[in-house]
């Protein structure tokens, strides 16, 4: 909201687990006015019961939501790309299968490509080169660090 001046209108792409970060973007995004765009792997969509609210959201409020598998498919026109981390607390033993199952999901300029011109990046960190590269991470269009000291008055 501080970069773009409001929310209503901008598209959000998440690309990456369809973990806890998501949900709360996922229950929020369409009461905000934006579209949101999501890419997962499969085996790790989003919960079905949020995906369902999150699709009546999105018929009331007017906006528009498309979930895939294609990671470029999200990013096309996005404002806003979205990741975090694709190992949580308590699945360090499944890393070597997510890590595998992730493969192409990092978040790159080549991503960026198709997304809106005054694209943006966010990750609520701490971040991983696997999920974003360092090109992308410590790019102008990264607001990571601002996304971090706004937490960092929520907390």
Request: proline residues 4%; negative net charge; hydrophobic residues 35%.
């Amino acid at each position: 909201q501080e970069h773009y001046g409001g929310l209503n209108g901008l598209t959000i792409t998440w690309i990456g687990d369809g973990n806890n970060v998501l949900h709360s973007i996922m229950m929020s995004a369409a009461k905000l006015g934006m579209h949101l765009r999501i890419a997962t792997p499969k085996g790790f969509e989003p919960d079905l019961r949020i995906t369902k609210i999150t699709e009546q959201y999105s018929k009331e409020y007017g906006t528009k939501l498309l979930l895939t598998r294609d990671p470029l498919e999200a990013a096309d026109g996005a404002n806003v790309l979205v990741t975090d981390t694709w190992i949580s607390m308590g699945q360090e033993e499944e890393k070597k299968e997510r890590l595998k199952a992730f493969q192409g999901y990092q978040i790159t300029m080549q991503t960026a490509k198709s997304a809106a011109s005054n694209w943006t990046f966010l990750h609520c960190l701490p971040r991983k080169p696997e999920e974003v590269d360092d090109e992308v991470f410590y790019s102008p269009q990264s607001l990571v660090f601002q996304e971090a000291e706004n937490r960092k008055w929520t907390i």
